[in-house]
């Protein structure tokens, strides 16, 4: 008992690099980085909109029973996307606010160096935004045009909020109001 509680000191003692939130993102880097090299970066970005669909969703309805509204406009739903991203360690601002389009940049991942080479996690942020976005301005259609995991210094994101009548320029994922 008593070589177990000296081992059990000596190792609390270590500064070691691991706890709880750099463990949770190296899980999701595997998970992404596995789905990607099994099925391919467009699949596993198919696996990852469903649970970033379903995570918009929550994280949509926090803030409506936060602020204790059914709705939020346009200038909300900005602030919203910066707060959320603020709130799990992301460095996001917004760029541009119009009622086309909100242009959001990044200067800091939430996901830190687990981002590096995994691509299709980029998709958490592109539905998140998107369900938020959709559901209370009626449509949102969002554009990954930079992002660090592609190895861009910071990213760059456009939330449309308007349908694109010309299909030749369509980027981006579509969200509609549920």
């Not at 760029?95 to 160096?113: H, M, Q, T, W, Y």
């Not at 590096?116 to 998107?130: D, K, L, P, Q």
């Not at 009626?138 to 694109?164: F, M, Q, S």
């Amino acid at each position: 008992m008593t070589q177990t509680v000296s081992v059990s000191n000596q190792l609390e003692s270590l500064n070691l690099p691991i706890e709880r939130d750099q463990f949770l993102r190296s899980i999701i880097r595997e998970l992404a980085g596995t789905l990607q090299d099994i099925v391919g970066i467009e699949e596993a970005a198919g696996f990852l909109n469903v649970v970033g669909y379903r995570v918009g969703q929550h994280v949509n309805d926090i803030y409506h029973n936060g602020l204790q509204l059914h709705n939020l406009s346009r200038e909300q739903v900005a602030a919203v996307l910066v707060d959320w991203k603020k709130r799990i360690k992301g460095d996001f601002f917004i760029i541009e606010e119009s009622d086309e389009k909100i242009v959001l940049g990044n200067r800091k991942c939430p996901f830190a160096e687990e981002i590096e080479g995994r691509e299709a996690m980029c998709v958490m942020t592109s539905n998140i935004f998107g369900v938020i976005a959709a559901d209370n301005l009626g449509y949102a259609r969002v554009e990954l045009e930079d992002t660090i995991a592609r190895g861009a210094h910071e990213c760059r994101v456009v939330v449309h909020l308007k349908p694109n009548e010309s299909s030749e320029e369509f980027t981006g994922q579509e969200y509609f109001k549920s």
